[in-house]
């Protein structure tokens, strides 16, 4: 009896123990297993909403009436709300059979102003700020627009600038926003350093950069404005410097930027390897296509074998032996060079890889970024477009083009996988900068007689995003005034041929060198066509109208001889011509290396009054002689000839005139041809000249680097001659070669190139004037 009782009492108590466990295990089922557990509403309530209509927020959250839903639904419709940014604060809970959405809507943004700002204006940071009128106001958004305010202010040289932000309801529901600016001082650059050049001196380096130390000069030209962006864009000029000129394995260890707040400077130290200098050793064209000759190819190669090595010459290569491809109908062939290095004798053995590259095609072209560049301006340098067989080294051509625009701060190109294994997409990031200038300028020349000249020019090179150059300049100086417009058109009728003109008018006085008065007016229509990124040729029409109208009170005495030398009247040149243009000048500012060929002819004669052919010729030749110290070789030769077309002889005002711009020593149209007159000599041009000029230019080793100041020695050689009729005229005349040594100071300012020649004539004929100091501005081509 024990024992039933005994086995009773145990099996009761196993059977709760079972039935417990069960229920235990479909409780854990029901709450562990949230997904498993839906609910069913018969309709949603919306509460809160004011500006924004129930239906709106039905449409964004995932639950519907009469269908099951869980608590991960009403997760996901929570953060659905939130990221419209539509709402400050979002809640959904269950009350019966109802689902109640209770919301609270941001404020709605009424206007957006700026106060305090003088030196950025309102445009500049309208682009910047994210808040915009009429849109929704978030506060993350309104601290991130702070932000990026403090940015920009630190890119244009001012990281102490403090931004602050105050938001004001009104009675409308909308809210406006003032941003808060104290602009602050300007930051500029104490020191740019370098470790580890042992090749080229820092102050060489420092000359690569576009940012510069702080001088004073800093205020106008603003290069010393520090930029993450621009410190990133020098490291990659330096590193392209030294590809140029042989060391294959340099790199940039870092970069150090430290901020001094009590001097309001930043000093930037650079640190790099340089690494061996290494030559070309054997190169040749290595071809796995059956129908393609390597050998062929070969001529499209400018790396030469014992040569510096170059990284430049090896990109054009190249690119020169794809196009090459391309044009032969390969379009998936692909060139890929490949150095080897021989570490001993410190050469590299290149070989240009031509392969069969995968038949990949371009599904489409994104551009992102700009903001004022339009869209067709940057498609336009890509070679290919949506549909075209994909080609890694146009892709790299097109982006060095955008670079080389000036249009944009940053230029990235990269690629992302297509709809299909066989598509690609190329993706443009670019960020868009001021492409436009305004510049006043004002000194003393001594060409054309000497006297003070100034000048406004305003310069645009994108021009309203449509990659259009425009250019108004108005001049003068005691004797002359001037007005000029240039207009062009780079991608003429989509094509990449430039079209352009310009526009001229000029009052010209009487001068103890000129004994007239003139005005000239005209114009010149340009088309340019580019033959290769090196050579193009520009095809030209021009027409001007001369009118002289007086001579000086002055030259009463000669004026007999004036009407035949300068007649007074109206005189119509037209003329069509070409200009082929060969060049690669590395910086045309500050030029240190490349050729520079020019030929030009102008055929006048189509109507107009002159009857004749212009030719002239330019060459020049820059060479690094020590780039370790910046010393900087030129050799320069030019000539000309003008020639009668018809029986009338060339004009006195069509010759050629030459002077101290040519041979250093000599005044303005200070040797060549002259009227002998009852007081004084008049030049008259002449129809034949050629010259010829050595020149070295080095630092100044006692002023600071950042001046931008530069020395030079020249010794010049010239002649000018010839001239047409004047039979009854008493005319000096010569073809001895004039010469002339002499020292230079040039500086490469914000306004410009400004140099002061000082020369002294060696040879000279006795008729010819001189003038120790010249002061000349701008470009030399």
Known sequence: MYLFKAFTRKGARAAYLAIAAFALLVQISLVGAPAAHAEVVNSIVVQGGSRIDSETVRNYITIEPGKNFTSEDINASVKALYATGLFSDVKIARRGNQLVVSVSENNIVGSVKFEGNKKLKDDMLTAVVETKPRGVLSEDRLQSDVERLKELYKRNGRAEAEVSVETFPRD????????????????????????????????????????????????????????DAKIQSDEELIRRFYMRNGFADFRIVGTDVAFDEAKNRYSITITLDEGARYRFGTVMVDSSIPDVDGNALMRYVTTKPG?????????????AVSVALLEEGKSFAQVRPRGDR??????????????????????????????????????????LSEGDAYNRVLVDQAERRLKNLGYFKTV????????????VVIVVNVEDQSTGSFSVGGGYTTDNGGGFIATVALTEKNFLGRGQYLKVSLGGGQSDRTFNLAFTEPFFLGRRMSLGFDVLYNQAQETDYRPYNMNTAGGTIRLGLPITDDFDVQFNYKLYQRDVTSWGSQYILD??????????????????????????????????????????QDFAGVGGDGQFVRTQADARYYKEILPDSDVVGLVRAAAGNITSLGGEPVQVLDNFYRGGETVRGFASYGYGPRYVGVEDTYAIGGTTYYNASLEVQFPLPVLPEEFGLRGAVFADAGTLFGYDGLENLDIEDSSMIRTSVGVSIIWNSPFGPLRGDFGQWLTKANFDQTQMFRFSAGTQF
Do not use: C
């Open 172 to 227: 409308t529901g909308r809210t406006d926003v003032v941003f808060k600016i104290n602009e602050g001082t300007r930051t500029g650059i104490s020191s740019i350093n370098f470790v580890g050049n042992k090749t080229f001196s820092s102050g060489r380096l420092r000359n690569i950069m576009t940012i510069k130390k702080t001088n004073f000069t800093s205020w106008l030209s603003k290069r010393d404005q520090f930029d």
């Open 307 to 319: 040569k510096i090595f170059n990284a430049t010459q090896v990109e054009k290569s190249t690119e």
């Open 342 to 383: 021989n570490y001993e004798n410190h050469t590299i053995n290149l070989t240009y890889l031509v392969d069969e590259g995968p038949r990949l095609y371009v599904e489409r072209l994104e551009i992102r970024g700009n903001t004022r560049t339009r869209d067709y301006v940057i498609r336009r340098e890509f070679e």
């Open 412 to 423: 990235n190109v990269t690629t992302q996988p297509g709809s299909s294994p066989d598509r």
């Open 559 to 600: 004026w007999p001889a004036f009407a035949e030398l300068y007649p007074q009247g109206s005189w119509i040149n037209s003329s069509i011509g070409y200009v082929l243009t060969y060049s690669t000048i590395d910086n045309y500012q500050t030029p240190r290396n490349g050729t520079f060929l020019r030929l030009s």
